[in-house]
């Protein structure tokens, strides 16, 4: 098989991870902040020592405000539910995942909340549009640092810095689709709420993600119950990152974070992304058939995501025949994007997603080129 679904999420890992989640399950595999045994005190260091590192990786602003979450989704779901109130406005963009829609849909429905949806210029938010629309009601600014329908990807830096000079709104970023691939400073860019998923291009496993944070931000629990510690307080405790850390924490995915991470530093994130988009660069030199549109980031600081509409073939259709004549795994669809697709004019039946990782090679995108230019 040819995987080129790695927006989705990246396969294979790389060999360390796997490793490393069995190494480190088997020798630490318990429960942490509910023992004071040795073994129990051992794996709260190694989680502690994790974090630090994680905080590093981002430049953010201390290990405890790094947050393990479920995955992105429970990460914005924990950010916008616990800082949204009544009759707040939220500014966010078209490009954004229902990781981001559906929650402020809600929120819309159930609090009266005022959404905005910035349109990019190009590919890029303008900022003069941003800061028109920022005003005192602003509490929060939504941002997808890469799409996952095409790549596009915004300037963070410009961005941090409008809400920051023109507003006391807080700072979201949803950075699925360029963690692990694009560098990121949190500090730099004046993010409160930074979001990622383990499973993508950080390379960890599913089940397991970030949401790190400004300690100064006021943030209520979305999710309640064991701590660990202060059993006897009758509600969350306040500290980080307890107060956003609920139940069991999933210690085997931390393990195959923190091996994920490794790989790419001992890599070079640098590296990675230079072979993603030579690739990237190989495949749309050699697809020739004029029966194909694609649609997909000019720009060499995205990701390596493609975009393919056929003229003969829906997206799904398309899809269909790649994997099952040719075992080549893509993505049709909307990709959890609607008005993205409504955006770029391809809803409702969305495009043909190629995302390259890594692990790619370049027979694989030339035996693609080579197939669609024969469909």
Do not use: W
């Not at 905080?55 to 995955?71: H, K, L």
């Not at 819309?108 to 938010?125: D, F, M, T, W």
């Not at 720009?299 to 025949?321: K, R």
């Not at 609607?338 to 391809?346: M, R, S, V």
């Amino acid at each position: 098989m040819i995987y080129l679904d790695n927006s989705a999420t990246t396969f294979p890992k790389p060999e360390k991870v796997y490793k490393e989640m069995i190494d480190l399950y088997q020798k630490y595999g318990v429960n942490v902040e509910r023992g004071n045994y040795k073994l129990s005190l051992e794996a709260h260091a190694l989680v502690q020592k994790i974090r630090l590192k994680i905080n590093n990786f981002f430049n953010g602003y201390s290990e405890e405000c790094v947050v393990f979450t479920y995955n992105a989704t429970d990460a914005l779901n924990i950010a916008i539910n616990g800082v949204i109130e009544e009759n707040d406005r939220v500014i966010t963009t078209v490009l954004e995942h229902n990781s981001v829609l559906r929650p402020l849909n809600h929120l819309k429905k159930s609090k009266r909340i005022e959404v905005e949806y910035l349109n990019p210029s190009g590919e890029k938010i303008d900022t003069r549009e941003l800061k028109a629309r920022l005003d005192k009601r602003t509490k929060l600014v939504v941002v997808n640092h890469s799409s996952n329908v095409t790549g596009y990807t915004q300037d963070l830096e410009a961005i941090g810095r409008c809400i920051k000079e023109n507003s006391s709104a807080y700072f979201l970023v949803d950075a699925s689709q360029s963690a692990g691939v694009i560098p990121v400073d949190i500090k730099k860019a004046s993010i409160d709420f930074f979001v990622t998923t383990g499973h993508k291009a950080l390379y960890g496993p599913t089940g397991i993600g970030l949401l790190i944070l400004n300690p100064e931000v006021k943030i209520r629990p979305f999710r309640v119950g064991g701590s660990g510690h202060s059993s006897e307080n009758p509600y969350q405790p306040d500290n980080f990152p307890d107060r956003l850390e609920a139940g069991t924490l999933n210690i085997l995915g931390v393990f195959g974070l923190k091996a994920g991470i490794e790989f790419i530093e001992e890599t070079g994130i640098e590296k990675i992304h230079s072979k993603e988009l030579k690739l990237k660069k190989l495949l749309l030199e050699n697809l020739e058939n004029k029966k194909i549109k694609i649609l997909t980031s000019k720009e060499d600081s995205s990701p390596a995501i493609v975009s393919i509409l056929h003229c003969d073939y829906s997206p799904a259709d398309l899809a269909n025949i790649l994997d099952s004549e040719f075992g080549i795994a893509t993505r049709a669809g909307l990709h959890c994007a609607p008005l993205a697709h409504k955006f770029l004019g391809t809803f409702p039946y969305g495009t043909l997603r190629v995302s390259i990782g890594y692990f790619n090679t370049e027979e694989e995108i030339l035996t693609l080129s080579s197939v669609l230019n024969q469909l």
